[in-house]
């Protein structure tokens, strides 16, 4: 329940938010540029700390990473930022970019390149498996728009950093899994290997399920208590309805050094190893 200081900071928000756009832009961008001069507030090129507990990042497909967060934060448990609001930068060459007010979520990346997990006891690494386990068995139970349809999270084109730039335009929509598939970034050249053909056989004959898919796992995307424990998933700006297997594979993807993070993932996505070997050969020269 909300006590009286609550109720009237979430009245005059709400006040704040009948402004025009235009306004609230310049309102942002000012504090932007005195927290990243005056309170050290730059974490990334594109997120800023504030005060009050608060974040702002500029996003470069802002209205679909709200759309996917506030749906993920509405229809599962999994911990994701709160938004509070979204404001179009009116870019003449990014249009769909944004300038996103969020609350702070608790936590800290869990590393740059998730070499912590092999550091960590047999424990924390079960605990760490099973929380992610249960927060993407929870994303592939939601529904697609359309059980055939390959797309963004709102239906239109594919923002995925695996497959291109997510400044460009987007790939697709796609209405089948097989026109999904025939694109060069997802075309492997030619072998004589018979182990890959069988592989690369089973991809093509499966029909894989649409799943709601965060497209983005990397260990900066998953804050972790001090113990390694998950506790949040940011960053849904290339969240979309993708075949199952997509969201293990591009977690994967330009990771496979780093063994504790793969051996993870293959207990929390397990069943996946032709689609991997498949993807792995497409990554050898598919550079987006």
């Not at 249009?95 to 006891?121: F, N, W, Y």
């Not at 492997?188 to 890959?196: G, L, M």
């Not at 977690?251 to 689609?275: H, N, T």
Request: glycine share 6%; hydrophobic share 40%.
């Amino acid at each position: 329940m909300m006590n009286g200081t609550q109720k009237v900071r979430g009245w005059m928000w709400k006040v704040w938010l009948l402004l025009p756009s235009s306004l609230r832009l310049r309102v942002y961008e000012a504090v932007t540029m005195l927290a990243r001069k005056y309170w050290n507030g730059a974490t990334t090129l594109y997120v800023t700390r504030l005060p009050l507990n608060l974040y702002i990042k500029c996003g470069f497909n802002a209205v679909e990473e709200v759309a996917a967060t506030r749906y993920v934060e509405e229809n599962t448990s999994i911990p994701v930022p709160h938004i509070l609001d979204c404001v179009s930068v009116g870019h003449p060459e990014y249009p769909r970019m944004g300038l996103i007010i969020m609350q702070a979520v608790p936590g800290q990346h869990l590393g740059k390149r998730g070499e912590v997990l092999h550091k960590l006891s047999e424990r924390q690494q079960d605990i760490f498996v099973e929380t992610l386990r249960g927060w993407f068995e929870q994303l592939r139970s939601l529904p697609p728009p359309d059980e055939r349809v390959i797309s963004g999270f709102l239906g239109g084109g594919v923002f995925s950093f695996r497959i291109g730039d997510i400044v460009e335009e987007p790939f697709g929509p796609y209405p089948s899994q097989q026109e999904f598939h025939v694109e060069d970034f997802c075309t492997p050249w030619p072998s004589d290997d018979e182990r890959f053909n069988r592989a690369l056989d089973i991809r093509s004959r499966t029909s894989y399920k649409i799943c709601l898919t965060h497209g983005d796992l990397t260990p900066q995307n998953i804050l972790v208590d001090e113990n390694a424990r998950p506790v949040a998933l940011i960053d849904w700006e290339t969240a979309g309805w993708m075949p199952e297997y997509w969201e293990y594979t591009r977690a994967l993807y330009m990771r496979e050094p780093y063994v504790g993070w793969c051996e993870a993932f293959k207990r929390i996505f397990p069943g996946y190893e032709s689609e991997l070997m498949v993807e792995s050969a497409i990554w050898k020269h598919w550079v987006p």
